[in-house]
């Protein structure tokens, strides 16, 4: 069965640090760009970061260039976010999602892993 | 930066259609793909590349992308449709992915 399991959320104070992990199964990882997008509490789906299948190309939204860090580890099938000087609007819930290109659609989704943010 | 336009809501009464539409600045020259989200629920995509169906998505979703206006239609619409629906592309201009802000469907 194909699966994307995330992990690592959790309550953070601001300005400290959180690391996401998301574990795939059920396909050929290493051949998939793969991204991260957020969902605040009530709100719609935001797009935060996407890495290409050997890792030579990274985006990112603007609001969170500088303090995230997209990564993978392709021998563990896995894809990671560094989440540094963390913020209450960065409170929500983290997908990782899978596409085959640039452009494609976010064919399989995870369940989400809830980051909160406060003091 | 880029920006995608979705009514907050729309209504429609079982067995109608419904469409929800996503205006962008020349959409028509992008690949607008759809995603539906139930209430606790991770987005499950129902539209790729403008008007295609992912394999377990019932023909009647359908997509069409010109102009400023990408259309998700859906026909015979069911009370198990009630969703958000969620539109998004991939701007070029400013390597960023883009949702629209996301529509409520409603079924009466």
């Known amino acids: 069965e194909v699966q994307l399991v995330e992990s690592g959320g959790g309550l953070v104070q601001p300005g400290g640090s959180l690391r996401l992990s998301c574990a795939a199964s059920?396909?050929?990882?290493?051949?998939?760009?793969m991204s991260w997008v957020r969902q605040a509490p009530g709100k719609g789906l935001e797009w935060v970061a996407n890495i290409k299948q050997d890792g030579s190309e990274k985006y990112y939204v603007d609001s969170v260039k500088g303090r995230f860090t997209i990564s993978r580890d392709n021998a563990k099938n896995s894809l990671y976010l560094q989440m540094n000087s963390l913020r209450a609007e960065d409170t929500a819930v983290y997908y990782c999602?899978?596409?085959?290109?640039?452009?494609?659609?976010?064919?399989?989704w995870g369940q989400g892993t809830m980051v909160t943010v406060s003091s | 930066s880029y920006v995608l336009t979705q009514p907050p809501s729309v209504s429609v009464a079982p067995g109608k259609t419904a469409r929800i539409t996503c205006g962008g600045n020349n959409i028509g020259s992008k690949s607008v793909h759809w995603y539906q989200q139930k209430p606790g629920q991770a987005p499950v995509l129902v539209i790729y590349?403008?008007?295609d169906r992912p394999s377990g998505i019932p023909e009647r979703f359908s997509g069409s992308n010109s102009g400023n206006t990408a259309t998700l239609t859906i026909s015979r619409v069911e009370a198990g449709d009630e969703a958000d629906y969620y539109c998004?592309?991939?701007?070029?201009?400013?390597?960023?992915?883009?949702f629209g802000g996301g529509t409520k469907l409603t079924v009466l």
């Open positions: 590349y403008d008007s």
């Open positions: 999602a899978r596409g085959t290109s640039l452009t494609s659609a976010f064919d399989i």
């Open positions: 998004q592309v991939w701007d070029s201009s400013s390597d960023l992915v883009v």
């Open positions: 059920g396909f050929t990882f290493s051949s998939y760009w």
